[in-house]
């Protein structure tokens, strides 16, 4: 199947510890995202890589990593998790101009 | 500051009745105004409109984009059950590849 799929689908860790979330795209896609979606549903993206290169860096704190070993592949690293950081961050690909494909979300719950 | 509002927040229709859905923007360097719909997982791609004036439809459900106003519409006629979900609208920037989200309304189309 063609899509983009990341791992784990649900995480629950406590607070202070250090977790990843894994995605990958085989779309063919040049661009990949992480995106943060809050208890309200509200979308807000976090990075964007273009052919392993970061491209957007929003105002995210400096605990959260991104890692794009290849164009197919952009990891998210969290060091230090806080209660705030509970949330679905979902992973998503594109080529330039073209609609968002997402995955299914990670659910992250920091006790 | 770019923001993207979306209206109503909810709504809660029978089915077969029309519902129409609303987005305004206030983006820089505006490029297209896309459709997703979101149940239970990842969002899914609906429309992307670039132009003022032109319908884009598929099936029951139809978008049109409003340049000079800074909105778009979002029409689903006999709505059903399944078209219960989260619907988002999202505004993307020319020459950053960023897509920003209004808050989404949230459909429930009851039997």
């Known amino acids: 199947d063609t899509a983009v799929s990341q791992t784990p689908k649900y995480l629950v860790t406590q607070m202070g510890n250090d977790k990843s979330i894994k995605c990958e795209q085989n779309l063919g896609h040049d661009t990949m995202y992480w995106y943060k979606q809050d208890s309200k549903k509200f979308l807000k993206i976090m990075f964007s890589y273009n052919n392993k290169e970061l491209i957007i860096n929003e105002t995210v704190p400096n605990r959260f990593s991104p890692k794009s070993p290849d164009k197919a592949h952009l990891n998210l690293h969290i060091n230090s998790l806080e209660l705030g950081d509970s949330a679905v961050y979902f992973c998503?690909?594109?080529?330039?101009?073209?609609?968002?494909?997402f995955g299914n979300g990670t659910r992250l719950t920091v006790t | 500051e770019d923001k993207v509002v979306q209206s109503p927040l909810s709504l809660v229709v029978h089915e077969g009745d029309t519902v129409t859905l609303n987005c305004s923007y206030e983006v820089t360097n505006f490029r297209s105004l896309l459709w997703y719909k979101q149940e239970k997982k990842a969002p899914t791609f609906l429309f992307m409109l670039?132009?003022?004036?032109i319908e884009k439809k598929s099936g029951r459900l139809s978008s049109i984009l409003d340049k000079k106003e800074l909105f778009s519409i979002l029409n689903i006629t006999a709505t059903q059950t399944g078209d219960s979900a989260i619907y988002l609208c999202a505004v993307e920037q020319g020459g950053s590849e960023k897509l920003v989200f209004g808050k989404g309304t949230k459909l429930t189309v009851n039997p």
């Open positions: 670039t132009s003022s004036g």
């Open positions: 998503a690909s594109s080529r330039t101009a073209s609609p968002l494909h």
